[in-house]
């Protein structure tokens, strides 16, 4: 069981910049793959970037791609998302979820673990 808590949300305005952490309880989390999803009012959750256990592979949604960039540490039990060029329409509750290296896919029903997200508000 791995237990996961979201920070870093607020306020920006378009063009700025945010940092996500993810930090994760337990002695597990290096052999966790990783990701992070967002879900827009009235929108169904979607995928944003997931990243695999050691770090060494990265996945990005194609509407962040450039703009956003996943990291972890394993030694802090943590994993970012730094996001830069913000768009209005990256407005979103923000979800980081483990998946416990069993596959290499990011979907909602591959990941076993999730947080309770973090509001990001972009403004134009």
């Known amino acids: 069981q791995v237990q996961l808590v979201e920070s870093g949300g607020g306020l920006a305005q378009a063009g700025g910049s945010l940092r996500l952490s993810c930090a994760a309880s337990g002695r597990t989390f290096s052999t966790y793959h990783m990701g992070w999803f967002r879900q827009a009012p009235g929108k169904e959750r979607e995928f944003v970037a997931g990243?695999?256990?050691?770090?060494?592979?990265?996945t990005y949604a194609d509407s962040v791609k450039g703009r956003f960039t996943i990291s972890r540490d394993n030694a802090k039990n943590t994993m970012y998302l730094q996001m830069n060029s913000l768009k209005p329409e990256d407005t979103a509750v923000y979800y980081c979820a483990a998946n416990r290296g069993k596959s290499w896919i990011w979907t909602y029903n591959a990941m076993d673990y999730w947080g309770k997200g973090t509001l990001v508000t972009v403004s134009s």
């Open positions: 990243i695999i256990s050691n770090g060494k592979y990265t």
